[in-house]
C-alpha cells in the first residue's frame, strides 16, 4: 500500500510563493530518489526537480534559481519550495519515487499562478 501524498498547491499571484510536500508512506523512503514533475493541459508531463537518495539535486533550467526541492527523511517527506512564480509554472504537480525502474506517483496537486 504505497502511497504519496501531495499538498500545498493552490491559486498564487506572479511573483508569489508556494511550497508543496509529498508524504510517502509504504516504501523505504531512503532508498528512493524522489522528484517533481508538472503537467500542463494538452502537454506532456516533465520533471521539474528530482533529489536523490543521497541528497543530490538537479532542476529544469526554467526553475533554477526559483525552485527548491529537498526531503526530510525523518519524515519520509520531500518539498518543493517554489519562488518567483510565473504563469508558466501553472501545472498540475505531481510527486514521484523511483528506485531501479520502479516508480509511484501521488495524485498531484494543481498549482495557478494567474493575477
Avoid: H
Amino acid at each position: 500500500q504505497v502511497q504519496l501524498v501531495e499538498s500545498g498547491g493552490g491559486l498564487v499571484q506572479p511573483g508569489g510563493s508556494l511550497r508543496l510536500s509529498c508524504a510517502a508512506s509504504g516504501i523505504i523512503f531512503n532508498f528512493y530518489n524522489m522528484g517533481w514533475y508538472r503537467q500542463a493541459p494538452g502537454k506532456q508531463r516533465e520533471l521539474v526537480a528530482q533529489v536523490t537518495k543521497s541528497g543530490s539535486t538537479n532542476y529544469k533550467d526554467s526553475v533554477k534559481g526559483r525552485f527548491t526541492i529537498s526531503r526530510d527523511n525523518a519524515k519520509n517527506t520531500v518539498y518543493l519550495q517554489m519562488n518567483s512564480l510565473k504563469p508558466e509554472d501553472t501545472a498540475v504537480y505531481y510527486c514521484n519515487a523511483a528506485n531501479y525502474g520502479s516508480g509511484f506517483w501521488g495524485q498531484g496537486t494543481q498549482v495557478t499562478v494567474s493575477s
